[in-house]
């Protein structure tokens, strides 16, 4: 089983700048940036998002979304169940390849 340790090498994959991992009343579990706890209610909402597409379509698994931002840094959000995993990405990376390799580690992790 994951700790949320393990949740950091999330921040070595080519492409993300910044993670956080909140759990879903908006408790930051763990984080390597400097304003997490402004960012961790946004990352909840659109986690919860998240799952209600999930349901709707059927419970698959791996379900994101991604936030875009004028800076081209956007933000992708990945429901783990009772956890919310936010990665802001680096302005030259392609949300689709970055989440791709998101998945793959997730997958390693759970």
Known sequence: MSTAKDFSQIGDIDGVSSYILVRDDGYVVNNNLDDA???SSAIVT????CDSL???LSGRKYIYCCVER????DVL???LGRYYLGIIKHSDYSPEQLAEAIIASLKALL
């Open 46 to 49: 659109s986690g919860k998002y």
């Open 54 to 56: 999930a349901e709707e």
């Open 70 to 73: 004028n800076s081209g840094n």
């Open 77 to 79: 959000v990945f429901s």
């Open 37 to 39: 706890v402004a960012l």
